[in-house]
């Protein structure tokens, strides 16, 4: 249920931050069709269904192409052929739906509204041709002998149908750089800003897919069966990924100048090359390099398990690994303090398991390095039982460890849990201190709502706790419109405090004019040159009096 609000001014504001409206005002007494078109496919109503249909259906034409794909594996074709027909029926059928659907409503479309022959129109326009030659293979393949290979490829169509999400993202995205230098739309599209628009999203989802795929495959390939089936199948995808992630770290370097923390053509991307994220995007597709150069010197095998890395590629996508990187930095004095005791109870403890059970199980207790495992999962309670003492010390030392070790290994979690969560609050509180700023000067411009979006997403915020953060700002605003508690030099950081406070100044000099004698007043002003004549005129001004005025009595 969405949150009312106390300040007129606040859905407003939240649907600006969040780049989107909560739920579409569409009367109810339109007509059917144009009514349909408004909630499902029309793309200029804000908090319509269009995204999510346009979403489903590129979820749907992924999936089909991930199936064309392993269809292609005997391994998984065989045994599944009748699951693979379903889904391509399933697919088909919803393909189906989608085009009569937008057929039926095409004499709603903004283009061809009023026009004639509105659909016949709509048929011959590239994407609803994409569209039909998504679902044509199945139904020619009912009505006459098609060979199964060209049927695969003829299904490879359907890819065509993304066109409809990336034509309408391309457009706004030209739109929003239309002037713009070629480094600067790079920039738009590797790096979240106010030109970034859909694009910026669909390449992410993109990246992101790549990252899940390459990860799953180098999963897969461990297993010998798997490996041996789709030998060629994972060659390829790592060469494909390898080359988007090789892409997408120039393109990163190239345009990385136009961030104001990376502001050098050399030096902006050498630092930039240094940060994390960098590194990551870096250490990525070194293996794949590598591999080719010193596979004749050293055996590079093992470093295909550091393509794992690329599933660090996803954290850029989320904040949470931001925050807990600032809460390890914070919290370092007392997780180091933590982790001395850790090690300096499991060194001890080792020793003397070696000292008490070294006679007993000689293989075992071999050396203290080799009881320092044992040491770690006593005092960490997993207990895995593979190495256990035998003698009454050892088993005595045994429970003092298990003791001792659910405190002094809870202590670090307990301390990274709270501060985690007080940074949470710390991060919250800032972006409730941007988001006052901006309602206070009245600045909704482009930089800070992409700012305080981002924050947003990062932060995990909804709607709701964002328009409560806001409604706070406000409410926070209203109290201090009462400045009179604030320094000169405070107010002077707002041009809004200082017009709020010159107004003040004016009506309580007015409130004088009324509860004086401003005869006297002035009469006293004017003798002993306690205010000069411009002041006297300005006084004058104020209390709404010219010098042919009369004297007050």
């Known amino acids: 249920m969405k949150q009312e609000s106390s300040h007129p001014l606040l859905d407003a504001e939240v649907e600006i931050i969040l780049g989107h409206a909560e739920q579409a005002d569409i009367p109810s007494d339109l007509p059917t069709r144009r009514w349909l078109y408004a909630w499902m496919l029309d793309p200029d109503i804000p908090g319509n269904h269009q995204r999510e249909v346009d979403r489903w259906v590129g979820v ?31 697919s088909v059928v919803v393909f189906t739906v989608e085009y009569l659907f937008r057929l039926y409503l095409a004499p709603e479309e903004h283009d061809l509204r009023g026009k004639p022959y509105a659909r016949w129109r709509h048929a011959c326009a590239p994407l609803s041709v994409f569209d039909l030659l998504a679902i044509v293979p199945f139904y020619l393949q009912a009505i006459m002998p098609v060979d199964l290979r060209i049927l695969r490829f003829l299904r490879l169509l359907r890819i065509l149908k993304l066109f409809r999400v990336l034509v309408p993202a391309w457009h706004h995205f030209a739109q929003l750089n239309r002037g713009r230098t070629m480094r600067q739309k790079i920039h ?24 899940v795929i390459s990860v799953a495959a180098v999963i897969l390939e461990s297993v010998a069966s798997v490996h041996y089936a789709l030998n060629m199948e994972f ?52 293996p794949f ?37 600032k ?29 008490f059970e070294h006679d007993s199980q000689p293989d075992k207790f071999e050396n203290i390095p080799q009881s320092i495992y044992w040491a770690v999962v006593t005092l960490a309670s997993v207990g895995y039982g593979d190495i256990s003492p035998v003698t009454p010390a050892g088993r005595a030392m045994t429970i003092v460890m298990a003791l001792m070790g659910i405190g002094i290994f809870a202590i670090p979690a307990a301390l990274l849990s709270s501060a985690f969560s007080d940074q ?31 924050e947003s997403k990062r932060l995990h915020l909804t709607a709701e706790e964002l328009g409560a953060l806001i409604e706070k700002a406000h409410a ?60 006297i005129a300005v006084w ?13 009595r």
Request: charged residues 20%; glycine residues 4%; aromatic residues 10%.
């Open 60 to 90: 749907l034409i992924v999936a089909n192409l991930f199936a064309l794909l392993f269809e292609h594996v005997p391994i998984l074709y065989e045994p599944n052929k009748a699951l693979f027909a379903w889904f391509d029926a399933f």
């Open 188 to 211: 738009a599209l590797m790096f979240d800003s106010a030109h970034s628009g859909e694009m910026h999203h669909l390449l992410d989802s993109f990246i992101a897919m790549w990252v």
């Open 235 to 286: 060659l390829i995808l790592d060469t494909v990924a390898v080359l988007v992630f090789s892409l997408e770290f120039l393109l990163r370097l190239y345009s990385c100048v136009e961030e104001p923390q990376f502001k050098n053509s050399a030096l902006g991307r050498l630092k930039f090359a240094k940060s994390m994220s960098a590194l990551v995007d870096f250490l990525a597709v070194l």
């Open 289 to 325: 390099f590598l591999e080719p150069f010193l596979n004749h010197l050293l055996d590079l095998r093992f470093l295909r398990v550091f393509r794992l890395i690329r599933l660090l590629k996803l954290t850029r996508y989320t904040g949470a690994t931001t925050t807990l990187t």
């Open 327 to 355: 809460v390890i930095a914070r919290e370092w004095g007392v997780v180091s303090a933590a982790a001395f005791i850790m090690i300096l109870m499991v060194i001890m403890m080792a020793s003397l398991g070696y000292l």
């Open 424 to 454: 949470l609050q710390k991060e919250r509180e800032a972006l409730k201190g941007n988001i006052y700023r901006m309602i206070a000067t009245g600045n909704m411009d482009p930089e800070a709502v992409t700012q305080i979006r981002t």
């Open 476 to 535: 926070e605003r209203e109290s201090k419109e009462d400045l009179s508690s604030l320094s000169l030099h405070e107010i002077a950081r707002s041009p809004h405090q200082v017009i709020e406070y010159y107004k003040q100044q004016l009506g309580q000099l007015r409130q004088l004019g009324l509860l004086t004698d401003l005869a006297k007043v002035e009469s006293l002003a004017r003798a002993e040159d306690h205010l000069t004549p411009t002041d």
């Open 540 to 552: 004058n001004v104020i209390q709404r009096r010219t010098p042919t005025d009369p004297p007050p």
